[in-house]
């Protein structure tokens, strides 16, 4: 008894002596518990009772218990540490409760509401040596996946037990061999994991601001944690080694880092020294953290020296053996700023930014310049409209991204630091999130192609403007060896008699509006003249565009107009030089005919030439100021641009890898905005998002939507199908007599559907071999109607040759409708398994999920987040769309992902005879109380669970079915398990929105029908044979249990709002059927109204 109660009364100091001693004993000391430190109390106060327990005597203490005992011998002792790890602890706990979250609504999750920290309680009750184990645990948690730590902890645990088991030669009582014995499952090791994983998530919320400012000032440092020895000694070197550098540190002892390990630990346990940072300059950095004092100062850098072909970032190289079931040690490596930090909804979307530069070449290294563009494009879609959706108003990609670009622009300081960091990370790693990178369109959505540019901007003036934009910044030459050349559309109303009006009606002959266009020309660069005062006195030099115009036109002030036939005359001589033009018009210099060859541009609307004699050296993208200038301005059509962003894959299908996986941002950005505190994983970033089945199903669910909306045959399609006329141009569009010309042949576009884009790409910036004659008119102005013209219309060639006329009519008169109907950008929206897909799949990129498997999901839980299913913490007269999902913080403390379904039969309280006088069914009287005041609900969870494989040949599990029965309870007594969303599924659910009449008080309180009041839920497992009324005024958890119950057991159940008043004159004279009679025979035809 004496060396019981010895060590007993040493337990507490929790030596390894101790341990040895009770495990010798037999005794179970994983069940003894000690008192926490003070610095700890907080916490085991703002834990929940059910985590506490869980902390104090379940399995969660268990472990920690044994994990402590484990490893007690590789433990040093650091005081000072574990006092202001808990006190820092403590701190987080307390601002998080104590703060504004979405557990403050949890309903029938309230027992699982509320941070996580039963890891650290359990640690803390069972000694210095367990708060070390969760502190390690923090450690991988933090750098690993929960699949690559379960795995570490699984060997470094059967590694001690090997080394234990070789015991010590002179112990006559074998304690170490004992101690070998100890028992931790697998499962207990997730579940001591996903604790750390959900502690991590808080505190890093918690400290937000200073976990940023780490970050990015070690985010560069190149060092590595030793992976030397193995797994086991690496891991043992790395823990002990921030142990004591830590401890060090809040004694006040300043420390140079040469070791990852301790940044690693700084990141996790949340203490902020000091730091010097080399490489950000020679100035210390506050961090200003009151539990380290000022002398605890650590330098970073000082391995800036090493080779600079190695990893950036603190990283860490393990074998791990115990990752497969079966196979060879997987070498794996992991890099602390990816690992580390989970993604707010505007981060992500920065990284997001960031995979879509990748592809936008010189511009990626200019942030600025292409979230102009981003945000211009947002701005320039704004003027109409926030677009549409198929069956919803989740907000397009293009506002969202634009959204993005301005918070960006806006942005300074450290946070103008950390969105560039997130940005370019996407630039460097993340280029083939959205698609293939030689699936991404050409720069800034493809608008760097001066012909798709041209495309979208209608008027001639604009795209003379920025053919001059893109001259004098690319092309560079002079005025007179380069000219604009563009199509001036007109379309005039076709003249006819008045005889030849009344045939019209009378034959209901169709006459298209006559369209025509003559070709117009401009300098391409400005030109210097001398501007004279009088006495010959001169100015000095203006620069002056000219523009060679068929009929005056309003024109720049800066820009001189000459008469199309003084430019006819060059047809007429042929000049030995190039052409040069007088303030006056005068054509001086020319004789021979001049022969241009195209340079840029849309050959067939508006392009840049120069005569065939110069050299012109350029690049037929258009640089980032230019678009943003186009953009800005607002020389872009809306409706045009929105069409070409609807088709903005490089094979021009709407259903490409690019344009879906912006399509799907979009519908995900929709879901996430009712949950603003959730966060997402960087390791989604490692997946292509297009190929994940839950992107597929919205996808296959909006062409299965558009098929049933289809239009008729002989109707027009949307427009939005059809391309810009600068995609699909032919050799038609040139005269016959220059299409009998080898030499201007070889300038058109493509006999084939190969978009002229694509074409004009791939040969070449400039094309010398390839001639046109820039004054060319197109002979016949009525071709467009048998298609042998341009296209006005912005169709494709399949899409317009395929029209009739009367459709084509239509299309030309109903130009405002079309460009309306163009603006609109589709986007997705989710059903409710799509959205629990893409959740699971941003909890953990490994976990892609069909949401046909789904249907049944209410709710998931996952690291410190249960994310629901709106209708289960909403009232039952609300409709939420299908897709919303709201985060409740907290989990159902089993590791992983955890899908909650309910019991394929839920049971229902079987009514006992003996207690029929418990069964009133009383008349209404009228009033609307809340007889269900002790009514709970609450989740239990049966044996039931079913793995989801995610790869073969893991141990670990990522995700899980978990049957979970949602259980009425009336104070301590058990009513009825529910499937709440089946249950309102119902056909036989109604909801009832009451108006204000005229009826009077006693008309609209006292029912001329029937009804009797359930008080208890008795009664409505026993309905009466007459209406009834379920009374539980302003109790939502009442009401919903009461709905759903009813429902369940095949009533017809009408909602009613839970207001002051309900008419019941109104709801009588409204219904259909009659309600003074009684059913005895099917007594759920008639109504059960919840009020």
């Known amino acids: 008894m004496s060396s019981l109660g010895k060590a007993t009364m040493a337990l507490v100091a929790g030596t390894q002596e101790t341990t040895l001693a009770l495990a010798n004993l037999n005794f179970d000391f994983s069940l003894f518990r000690v008192d926490a430190p003070a ?122 037990k090997d080394e234990l088991k070789k015991g010590d030669p002179t112990d006559p009582l074998k304690s170490f061999t004992e101690l070998a014995q100890i028992d931790i499952s697998r499962e207990q090791v997730s579940a001591w994991d996903s604790s750390a994983r959900a502690w991590l998530e808080i505190a890093d919320s918690a400290k937000l601001r200073q976990q940023k400012q780490l970050l990015l000032l070690t985010q560069k440092a190149k060092i590595p944690i030793s992976g030397s020895g193995g797994v086991y000694a690496s891991v043992m070197e790395a823990w002990r080694t921030a142990l004591v550098a830590m401890e060090n540190m809040v004694l006040g002892m ?118 102009k563009i981003i945000f211009e494009i947002g701005e320039t879609l704004m003027v109409v409209g926030r677009g549409t959706t198929t069956g919803g108003t989740a907000r397009p990609w293009p506002y969202l991204l634009a959204d993005t670009a301005e918070k960006y622009i806006s942005s300074s300081g450290i946070e103008r630091k950390h969105f560039k960091s997130l940005i370019m990370r996407g630039i460097r790693r993340c280029d083939s999130f959205l698609a293939d990178p030689k699936d991404h369109p050409m720069p800034f959505f493809g608008l760097a192609n001066v012909t798709v540019l041209i495309g979208i901007i209608p008027d001639s003036n604009y795209r003379v403007a920025l053919l001059r934009e893109i001259a004098s910044e690319i092309l560079g030459g002079t005025s007179d060896n380069l000219l604009i050349r563009y199509r001036q559309d007109k379309v005039e109303s076709d003249s006819t008699k008045e005889d030849e009006a009344e045939s019209f009606f009378t034959l209901h002959e169709r006459k298209l509006p006559q369209i025509s266009w003559i070709w117009e020309y401009a300098s391409a660069l400005p030109k210097e003249t001398l501007r004279r005062k009088r006495k010959r006195q001169t100015q000095p030099s203006d620069l002056v565009h000219s523009r060679w115009v068929g009929s005056a036109r309003s024109l720049s002030k800066n820009e001189l107009s000459f ?31 001049a022969r241009y060859e195209f340079v840029l541009g849309d050959p067939h609307h508006a392009a840049i030439f120069k005569l065939t004699t110069s050299e012109v050296a350029g690049s037929s993208l258009v640089e980032a100021k230019t678009v943003a200038k186009a953009l800005h301005h607002r020389w872009v059509d809306t409706a045009l641009l929105g069409m070409h962003l609807e088709l903005l894959d490089v094979s021009h299908d709407s259903k490409g890898p690019y344009l879906t996986s912006l399509r799907a941002l979009g519908a995900a950005a929709e879901s996430y905005k009712l949950m603003p505190t959730a966060t997402i994983t960087t390791g989604i970033f490692s997946t292509c998002l297009s190929n994940a089945l839950w992107v597929l199903d919205c996808q296959k669910r909006m062409l299965e939507m558009e098929a049933s909306s289809r239009p008729r045959s002989g109707e027009i399609s949307r427009c939005r199908s059809s391309r810009p006329s600068h995609e699909s141009l032919s050799t038609n569009h040139v005269s016959e007599s220059e299409s009998e010309s080898e030499e201007s042949n070889a300038c058109t576009a493509p006999k084939t559907n190969v978009p002229l884009s694509q074409w004009i790409m791939s040969k070449g910036s400039l094309t010398p071999s390839t001639t046109l004659d820039p004054r060319v008119t197109f002979s016949d102005p009525w071709a467009v109607a048998s298609g042998d013209g341009p296209n006005p219309l912005g169709l494709s060639d399949n899409a317009m040759y395929s029209m009739e006329m009367d ?46 498997g789904l249907n049944e999901v209410m709710a998931l839980s996952s690291g410190n987040s249960i994310y629901v299913a709106t209708p289960l913490i909403c009232d039952p007269i609300d409709q939420p ?31 006992d005879e003996s207690k029929w006088s418990h069964i009133s069914h009383v008349p209404f009287d009228g009033r609307l109380d809340d007889a269900f005041q002790h009514t709970s609900l609450h989740l239990s969870f049966t044996r039931y669970k079913l793995p989801v494989m995610v790869a073969h040949g893991y141990q670990s599990i990522a995700a899980n079915f978990v049957e979970t029965p949602v259980s009425i309870f009336d104070r301590n007594t058990w009513i009825a398990d529910l499937d709440i969303l089946k249950a309102l599924k119902s056909r036989q659910l109604e909801r009832r929105i009451t108006r204000c009449c005229d009826h009077d008080e006693a008309e609209k309180s006292r029912p001329a029908f029937p009804l009797t009041s359930i008080d208890s839920w008795l009664e409505l497992l026993d309905l009466p044979p007459n209406a009834s009324v379920f009374r539980a005024r302003n109790n939502w958890l009442a009401r919903l249990a009461g709905a759903a119950l009813s429902l369940q057991i095949g009533a017809h159940t009408v909602v009613l709002p839970s207001c002051e008043t309900v008419c019941w004159k109104c709801i009588g004279e409204s219904w259909k059927g009659d309600l003074s009679c009684c059913d005895f025979d099917n007594k759920p ?6 009020i």
């Open 39 to 160: 610095e700890y109390k907080t916490i085991g106060e703002r834990l929940s009772p059910r985590r506490r327990d869980a902390a104090e005597t379940g399995a969660e203490h268990v472990i920690a218990r044994r994990l402590g005992a484990l490893f007690s011998g590789h433990i040093p002792a650091t005081p000072n540490l574990i006092r202001a790890y808990g006190i820092r602890a403590s701190e987080i706990i307390k601002s998080t409760t104590d703060g504004s979250h979405e557990s403050s609504h949890g309903g029938l999750f309230q027992e699982w509401t509320g941070p996580d920290a039963t890891s650290i309680w359990a640690a803390a009750t069972s000694g210095n040596g367990a708060i070390a184990i969760h502190m390690l645990a923090c450690l991988l948690a933090r750098i690993w996946s929960a699949s690559e730590a379960e795995s570490i902890w699984d060997e470094i645990i059967q590694t001690r």
């Open 254 to 371: 300043p420390q140079s880092i040469q070791d990852g390990s301790v940044i690693l630990a700084l990141t996790s346990w949340h203490l902020y020294p000091d730091l010097y940072a080399l490489e950000a300059g020679p100035n210390r950095i506050a961090l200003n953290d009151v539990l380290i004092p000022p002398s605890g100062v650590v330098t970073l850098g000082l391995s800036a020296h090493r080779s600079q072909d190695q990893i950036e970032g603190v990283h860490w190289s393990l074998p791990l053996a115990f990752l497969k079931y079966y196979g060879d040690p997987v070498a794996s490596t992991t890099v602390l700023d990816e690992a580390c930090t989970r993604l707010s909804l505007s981060e992500f979307f920065m990284v997001v930014l960031g995979s879509i530069f990748s592809t936008w070449g010189p511009c990626r290294h200019d942030i600025s310049s292409a979230t």
């Open 563 to 593: 008469d199309l036939d003084a430019l006819d005359a060059l047809e007429e001589i042929i000049p030995t030089a190039s052409p040069s033009f007088t303030v006056g018009g005068a054509l001086l210099g020319l004789e021979s005919r």
């Open 807 to 852: 459709e084509l009519e239509h299309s030309v008169t109903s130009d405002k409708e079309i460009k309306q109907n163009q603006t609109e950008i589709t986007s997705y929206l989710m059903s409710r398994p799509q959205s629990f897909a893409c959740i699971a799949m941003f909890e953990n990129h490994d976990v892609n999920l069909d949401p046909q």
């Open 881 to 911: 769309n299908e897709h919303e999902i709201k985060r409740i913080v907290g989990n159902i403390g089993k590791p992983g992902i955890s899908l909650m379904i309910p019991p394929m039969d839920p049971k229902v309280h079987k009514i």
């Open 1085 to 1090: 035809s008639l109504p059960l109204f919840v």
